[in-house]
Structure formats: structure tokens, C-alpha cells
């Protein structure tokens, strides 16, 4: 997804990892943590327009 | 002999009816327990504030399925238009009408009907605006370059065109527009299994 905002000429992408998100079940838990699976939030600016 | 493209559409149509079926028993049974966190709990997991979710009608508390909180790095500012992409049962519309104020425009997307007319319930319970438009992230209903914020949460995983996704984000957004975004990503690719399995994507 990163990759894509960049890709897709997003300026300024940023993601950092949501600590507190887990599956409510320790089974999807521990499956989720065997594919790496994680929630991260992602930030992004489209070019243009007045500078921050 | 179904070729790929077609056996793509097909596989996307059986997941957006077990997205809707999904967060729509979310929606109808928040006492109801999931693969994930949701309700008050979540969001208290993902610091929403005690105050503003005290102030949100009780329906669309209990009703949150996000993976975090987009509001964290919003930056929302009054008179600001804000998409919220799959805006459910509306939390988070509810909380960007109020940071942008009786000036500002907040248009949720949500691909049921039904969703969008309990979200604008909530609405209306809040006393804030919001206008919900039924339609799919991946054709957005909303004109080019006139948004200030596109908010999401936990939403963009469950689409099979990612790519067209953020292309419609980025067509949406004004220039200097800005995105915030939580959401599920794995670090493995997916054994075909798993992709081919829309009860997998929808939870």
C-alpha cells in the first residue's frame, strides 16, 4: 500500500504501525502474526496547493 | 471456459455480499462476538477519546469496526471537506462533521445502502452533517479535486484493485489535499487459498 501511494504520486507517505490493534481471537491472532498481518496508519499528501 | 478477468469480477462480487452480509451483523448485533475488536472496546484500543465517544450516539459506538484511528494525524480543520471511505455506521464521519464545523462538508462512502441510512441516523442523533453516498471505493461518487481529507478506516484491504482505489483518492483530493488511512497490511504474501476466500478478506 505504501508502495502504491507513492506509486500513485502521493508526496510525504508515512505509515507507522497501530500498537493496539489485535484479532479479538487467539487463533486469527496467531495466524494473522504467522503472515505478519498488522494494522498500520498510513498519511499522504497530494501535490499542489498551498505548503503546509 | 471462464477466463481470468471474468473469474476476478466474479470472486468480487461474492466478497462485496460478504462484506455487506458481515458489517451488516455488526451493525445488527454488536453483542455479538467477531474475529476482531469492535464496539467501545475498539476504539478505546485505538485512543478515541472517552469525551467524544460519550457524546456519539450509542448506535454508532457500538457499531465501530475500524483497524485504528485516522483522526490521529487528520489534522482535520473547520471548514474542511472530508470523505470518510467506508464510513459504516458513521463514527467517523460523526467525529469529522464535528472537527470541521457547520462550515465545513464531511460525504461518507459505504457500498450498502442500508449502512449509509443508519449512519445517517446517527447523524441526525448527533445534531452534526453528513451526507452518505452508497457507492465503491474503487468509483468514488464524488467530483474531482474537491476534497480537503480523505479518511479511512480498515477499509481499503477488503478491495481486490487497490491500485484503483488510491488512483480514485488521489483524483478526488484537491491539490495540497491529504490522506489518512488505517488498515490492515501483511508482511507474507498469501497462499492462494486464503485469496480465494472471501470470508478470509471480509474478516
Redesign the interface.
Known sequence: ?FR??E????QKV?SAV?P??????DS?QDSAEA?????????????????A | MINAAEAQASLEETLKDEILRMYQEVAENPDAEFHFFHGREAAELFDYGSEELDAAPRGAVDSFAGVGNPHLRADIQPGETVVDLGSGAGLDAILASRRVGPEGVVIGIDLNPAMCDKAQAHVTESGVQMECRAGRMEDIPVDDESVDVVISNGVLNLSFRKRRVVEEIYRVLKPGGRLSITDIVSGKQLSQSIVNDPKLWAS
Do not use: C, D, H, I
Open positions: 500500500m502504491l501511494l506509486e500513485s504520486g502521493f508515512r497501530v493496539g490493534f489485535r484479532f479479538r481471537k486469527t503472515y505478519g498481518v498488522k494494522a498500520v496508519m498510513m498519511t499522504a499528501r497530494k501535490p499542489g496547493g498551498k505548503q
